[in-house]
């Protein structure tokens, strides 16, 4: 048998014995015995997630005994029509019954209520919209230990055998995993100054629609259960589905690519760039590969990869490896600042809200304001006849790179890396985030050299491999 230990950190482990106890001395914390499903062929209970069966309420037949992920119901596994074992597929189960714990979250419901009720204002409709449909059916004790040999133990006498169930353990892990990071450093830090005191930390949790619930009401139930000052997430990103060719990525079908797969065949900006381009923000959305060639060429490629390789370039060319010096900026160069200022505004603005489509949209323009600035003022035809003109363009769409570069950071931080090195400049631009931009830097005469291109376009044959490696519909 494998150690019950093997999946929890000692801080996790530690951390979730200490709310169990918590919840339990302030009556949070009741037993109950329940009927579960026993499987015949595995000869063992089956914890809800490994029954699985069509859905009562949507009727969708891979549900799962603990949760619904089309319609995001929790259910129990005796929900489920004709439940059926994950492991082996059997149907011969039998209910008997089994002592189990159960989080009283129905006594703690009227503040749950009262904390999500306070998030009115900023968080999305899709996130309250699934807190509020689970408070309005009612909230029941819900079961927090399972008939398992690995997982946390549970410190009760007649327990023993159990362990917690994982959507108890698994988020007292963001604590857990500060603790752990303070641990390697107890003379500097204290994983408490971040979620225990009154420190200005904030924290957001992303996710999935079907994870909604255990953020909003479970997990937010067990911190305020504890009566301790535990920091609960100022904002919740609640995310729509990200289909695959029209259908739901899927593991054990091999349906989709997934991340070992994806960053061995592009690199890590490619991905995050085009995830967040198309992310589930109000809807479902469908990543196909023809969608991904199309943002990597269009954007990575086009605008940002041309406008860097295009300046570098020109300006090595026909005035040597330094940042060129001469000229004074004009009206074009005042407009092209404004634009800048404008369009960084929106980006911040968009990235503080964490608005993440609206957020790439602005740096898509913020790169494209390049690229028009150097079409209208064609530095290769002014090198011919006004070379200090050319020179001031090309030193004004160099100090534009570094600003592309510095804003891209947070979404494509390895091309923005090389730009900077490239440029000889810092990576990171405190002003940029402040709103206050500048033009003329580096400043002329400063050495620059000319990177390899940042990205490689996808062609119609790499969809075409791609599409074939990675079929729509995998085997069943």
Same mark, same amino acid.
């Given at each position: 048998?494998?150690?019950?230990?093997?999946?929890?950190?000692?801080?996790?482990?530690?951390?979730?014995?200490?709310?169990?106890?918590?919840?339990?001395?302030?009556?949070?914390?009741?037993?109950?015995?329940?009927?579960?499903?026993?499987?015949?062929?595995?000869?063992?209970?089956?914890? !809800?997630?490994?029954?699985?069966?069509?859905?009562?309420?949507?009727?969708?037949?891979?549900?799962?005994?603990?949760?619904?992920?089309?319609?995001?119901?929790?259910?129990?596994?005796? !929900?489920?029509?004709?439940?059926?074992?994950?492991?082996?597929?059997?149907?011969?189960?039998?209910?008997?019954?089994?002592?189990?714990?159960?989080?009283?979250?129905?006594?703690?419901?009227?503040?749950?209520?009262?904390?999500?009720?306070?998030?009115?204002?900023?968080?999305?409709?899709?996130?309250?919209?699934?807190?509020?449909?689970?408070?309005?059916?009612?909230?029941?004790?819900?079961?927090?230990?399972? #008939?398992?040999?690995?997982?946390?133990?549970?410190?009760?006498?007649?327990?023993?055998?159990?362990?917690?169930?994982?959507?108890?353990?698994?988020?007292?892990?963001?604590?857990?995993?500060?603790?752990?990071? %303070?641990?390697?450093?107890?003379?500097?830090?204290?994983?408490?100054?971040?979620?225990?005191? =009154?420190?200005?930390?904030?924290?957001?949790?992303?996710? %999935?629609?079907?994870?909604?619930?255990?953020?909003?009401?479970?997990?937010?139930?067990?911190?305020?259960?504890?009566?301790?000052?535990?920091?609960?997430?100022?904002?919740?990103?609640?995310?729509?589905?990200?289909?695959? &060719?029209?259908?739901?990525?899927?593991?054990?079908?091999?349906?989709?690519?997934?991340?070992?797969?994806?960053?061995?065949?592009?690199?890590?900006?490619?991905?995050?760039?085009?995830?967040?381009?198309?992310?589930?923000?109000? !809807?479902?959305? !469908?990543?196909?590969?023809?969608?991904?060639?199309?943002?990597?060429?269009?954007?990575?490629?086009?605008?940002?990869?041309?406008?860097?390789?295009?300046?570098?370039?020109?300006?090595?060319?026909?005035?040597?490896?330094?940042?060129?010096?001469?000229?004074?900026?004009?009206?074009?160069?005042?407009?092209?600042?404004?634009?800048?200022?404008?369009?960084?505004?929106? &980006?911040?603005?968009?990235?503080?809200?964490?608005?993440?489509?609206?957020?790439?949209?602005?740096?898509?323009?913020?790169?494209?304001?390049?690229?028009?600035?150097?079409?209208?003022?064609?530095?290769?035809?002014?090198?011919?006849?006004?070379?200090?003109?050319?020179?001031?363009?090309?030193?004004?769409?160099?100090?534009?790179?570094?600003?592309?570069?510095?804003?891209?950071?947070?979404?494509?931080?390895?091309?923005?890396?090389?730009? =900077?090195?490239?440029?000889?400049?810092?990576?990171?631009? %405190?002003?940029?985030?402040?709103?206050?931009?500048?033009? #003329?830097?580096?400043?002329?005469?400063?050495?620059?050299?000319?990177? =390899?291109?940042?990205?490689?376009?996808?062609?119609? =044959? #790499?969809?075409?491999?791609?599409?074939?490696? &990675?079929?729509?519909?995998?085997?069943?």
């Amino acid at each position: 048998m494998s150690s019950p230990y093997v999946n929890s950190s000692p801080q996790n482990r530690v951390l979730t014995q200490h709310f169990f106890r918590r919840l339990a001395d302030k009556g949070f914390v009741t037993e109950q015995t329940i009927r579960q499903f026993y499987s015949e062929v595995d000869e063992r209970f089956l914890p !809800d997630r490994y029954v699985v069966g069509t859905c009562p309420r949507c009727a969708d037949p891979a549900a799962r005994g603990d949760q619904c992920e089309r319609c995001s119901s929790l259910l129990d596994p005796e !929900d489920l029509i004709s439940p059926r074992s994950a492991l082996s597929g059997s149907a011969d189960l039998q209910l008997r019954p089994t002592r189990h714990l159960f989080l009283r979250t129905d006594a703690l419901a009227g503040e749950v209520r009262r904390w999500i009720d306070g998030h009115e204002a900023d968080w999305s409709h899709l996130v309250l919209s699934v807190a509020r449909k689970w408070l309005h059916e009612g909230l029941k004790p819900r079961c927090i230990t399972r #008939d398992l040999s690995w997982g946390v133990p549970v410190p009760r006498a007649g327990f023993e055998d159990k362990v917690f169930y994982v959507w108890f353990d698994a988020p007292v892990g963001y604590i857990g995993a500060t603790r752990e990071w %303070a641990d390697r450093e107890p003379a500097r830090r204290d994983y408490r100054e971040w979620w225990c005191d =009154a420190s200005g930390a904030r924290y957001v949790q992303f996710m %999935a629609k079907d994870n909604l619930p255990f953020h909003t009401i479970f997990f937010p139930a067990m911190v305020l259960g504890t009566r301790e000052p535990w920091m609960l997430p100022a904002y919740i990103k609640g995310l729509h589905w990200l289909t695959y &060719y029209g259908g739901k990525f899927s593991t054990s079908r091999r349906r989709g690519v997934f991340l070992d797969q994806a960053l061995a065949l592009y690199g890590p900006d490619y991905w995050r760039y085009a995830l967040l381009s198309m992310a589930p923000e109000s !809807d479902d959305a !469908d990543f196909t590969w023809e969608r991904f060639a199309a943002v990597v060429n269009q954007d990575l490629v086009g605008i940002i990869g041309n406008l860097v390789q295009r300046v570098l370039t020109l300006s090595a060319r026909e005035f040597g490896p330094q940042v060129p010096g001469g000229g004074e900026g004009g009206e074009a160069e005042r407009r092209l600042t404004a634009a800048c200022e404008a369009t960084l505004a929106e &980006y911040v603005a968009a990235l503080r809200a964490i608005e993440l489509r609206r957020a790439v949209r602005a740096l898509r323009e913020l790169w494209s304001l390049g690229n028009r600035y150097l079409d209208a003022r064609a530095p290769w035809t002014l090198v011919r006849h006004d070379r200090e003109q050319a020179a001031l363009v090309l030193r004004t769409a160099i100090g534009l790179i570094r600003l592309c570069a510095a804003a891209a950071s947070p979404v494509i931080p390895f091309a923005a890396s090389r730009v =900077a090195e490239a440029l000889g400049v810092a990576e990171a631009d %405190a002003d940029l985030w402040r709103g206050r931009i500048r033009l #003329d830097t580096p400043a002329a005469g400063q050495p620059f050299s000319v990177p =390899a291109p940042l990205f490689s376009r996808v062609t119609d =044959a #790499d969809v075409a491999r791609l599409q074939a490696a &990675y079929p729509a519909a995998g085997p069943e």
